[in-house]
């Protein structure tokens, strides 16, 4: 019998679901005291053998000598990091679509498209068959590891809410399909799991996110759910649209079976308070994850709240360089075994898509080794440095989080770069373009002071910077009104969906300029 077996009988009672999720609690024991077991290391070692094993006839194979590659340090000898741009160029762009071949054996069926940090590229990623089954392993091992801890949270008794992107995507000439990666994993739901997820493949192909949001609001409402997934900002919108179907006043008077909610892409702390005000039922957990289109990388295990823990046995090999090695030539290369405890490292992955020594632009901070646990902590191309003061996402995340809070107010969405002196000896500052839900602090002032308290106290170069206004000013908060970002993002051809986020910060300034002028020439009081 395999692992999913058990949910063959899916005519939807209520007593095979009941059925189906008490067989799916053996399976998720089974699977974290294996996790718990497995020597990481190894693992990491024998999945990097069997993905250069398997691609040592392709192009880039030859070219890299995989038929030679025994060790790790045998591929990281012949097999240098690179970015999207150097694979588009010189692997990808000639024979795009059709990829066989090329840095993978079999035909490419997906092609993820995933936008640039802030210039809203867009990046063709390549997602094999290896890929789909790696992210559906990695999606059991999250729920396996969620009912670990909660068996009591029975989350098959109902559906499974994924609120992605479409599963409209678009034909390539060879026949294979580019979209987002939420509508690539909403497409690829197995038969047997079907009945257990929503919304339906008919509602998922809906494009236009303003009539799927109301089509999902009508007929989700009806629906037993019990878990959802999806970026908290448009969860929140979600939350918004079926109060108004439905006219109640908490989540959980509309779906009271609802246990788990799913969220990732963005820091999780702003929304916590309005999360639980707005379902207004305790049971109701929260699961971090870290999914990229390059691959699965960690999940949260409840055991270890706040931090995510990486899976290292779905076919991707991972390897962190020091951030301030990034630009080198030779920069040190650490695997899950020898990575230090409190260093800032930047994400490489060698995956089953064809992906060799990939930097796939996230950089994170390793809290333990045994099992391997993270904090994610920004981008590699998002950092604020324009004066000197190195502050990386996590920091203004948290403070922003910090000043909402103090203020009583949510902040959902936020966007900050610089503004360079316009004057001799006058110094810049930050501009924080701030989205909330409800009413704006009514002191923004007030709002701006404890965010810079909350900066001067976790960055030293930060503070160094701000002693006596010398190099830099207290920040500038303007407020975006609301659905002010997504409206921006609509304008300037961006996309706009469940799964779509904001672009937070722009060392540049150029951007956050764009953001400022476009807001105030459509007077909305920023």
């Known amino acids: 019998m395999t692992s999913t077996a058990w949910l063959a009988p899916v005519a939807g009672s209520a007593l095979v679901r009941r059925v189906a999720d008490a067989g799916f609690l053996p399976f998720a024991r089974s699977r974290v005291r294996h996790l718990d077991r497995m020597n990481v290391a190894a693992v990491q070692t024998a999945t990097l053998q069997r993905l250069v094993r398997m691609a040592r006839d392709t192009q880039f194979g030859r070219e890299h000598d995989f038929a030679s590659v025994r060790t790790i340090a045998d591929y990281q000898a012949r097999v240098p990091v690179r970015e999207y741009e150097e694979f588009w160029q010189k692997y990808w762009k000639d024979a795009y679509p059709r990829l066989a071949g090329v840095t993978w054996p079999s035909a490419i069926p997906y092609y993820a498209l995933s936008s640039g940090t802030t210039s809203g590229a867009t990046k063709y990623i390549p997602v094999s068959s290896e890929m789909v089954a790696s992210n559906r392993k990695a999606a059991l091992t999250t729920l396996s590891l969620f009912r670990n801890v909660y068996s009591e949270a029975r989350t098959l008794t109902g559906k499974f809410f994924f609120l992605g992107g479409s599963t409209d995507l678009r034909q390539q000439p060879d026949g294979s399909l580019a979209g987002d990666l939420s509508g690539i994993a909403a497409k690829e739901v197995s038969g047997l799991m079907r009945p257990y997820t929503y919304p339906s493949l008919e509602v998922g192909l809906i494009s236009n996110w303003e009539t799927k949001l109301a089509r999902l609001a009508e007929e989700s409402v009806r629906e037993p759910i019990t878990a959802i997934s999806g970026v908290p900002s448009w969860v929140l919108k979600m939350f918004d649209a079926v109060k108004q179907q439905t006219g109640k006043k908490t989540i959980a008077d509309i779906w009271p079976m609802l246990r788990l909610i799913v969220h990732g892409g963005t820091k999780f702390d702003p929304y916590r308070d309005v999360f639980k005000s707005e379902i207004g039922n ?203 970002f997504s409206e921006w993002m609509k304008a300037h051809g961006r996309r706009v969906g469940g799964q779509i986020k904001v672009p937070r910060m722009d060392n540049s300034g150029a951007l956050t300029t764009e953001l400022a002028t476009w807001f105030a020439g459509r007077g909305s009081g920023v």
């Not at 951030?323 to 899950?336: A, D, K, M, Q, V």
């Not at 930047?346 to 333990?368: H, K």
């Not at 403070?399 to 809070?405: L, R």
């Not at 989205?435 to 001067?456: H, M, N, Q, T």
Request: proline share 8%; with cysteine.
């Open 282 to 484: 305790d049971a109701v957990k929260y699961c971090e994850v870290y999914p990229c289109s390059e691959g699965f990388v960690a999940t949260e295990d409840p055991r270890h709240p706040g931090l995510l823990r990486m899976v290292p046995d779905h076919d991707i090999f991972f390897e962190f360089i020091p951030r301030n090695e990034l630009g080198s030539l030779r920069p040190t290369r650490h695997t899950l075994a020898n990575v230090e405890l409190g260093l800032e490292y930047a994400v490489v992955v060698t995956s089953c898509a064809g992906l060799w020594g990939y930097l796939i632009g996230d950089t994170v901070r390793f809290e333990s080794r045994t099992p391997p646990l993270i904090r994610f902590t920004g981008r590699t191309k998002y950092f604020l440095s324009a004066f000197g003061e190195h502050l990386i996402q996590e920091e203004i995340d948290g403070a922003v989080a910090k000043a909402a809070h103090d203020c009583g107010v949510t902040a959902v969405d936020h966007h900050v770069g610089p503004i360079f002196r316009t004057a001799p000896g006058m110094p810049g500052r930050h501009l924080y373009l701030v989205e909330f839900r409800g009413p704006p602090p009514a002191d923004l002032d007030a709002f701006a002071r404890v965010l810079d308290g909350e900066l001067i106290r976790m960055n030293e170069d930060y503070a160094a910077h701000r002693a006596g206004d010398l190099t830099m000013l207290k920040p500038e908060i303007r407020v975006v009104p609301p659905e002010g």
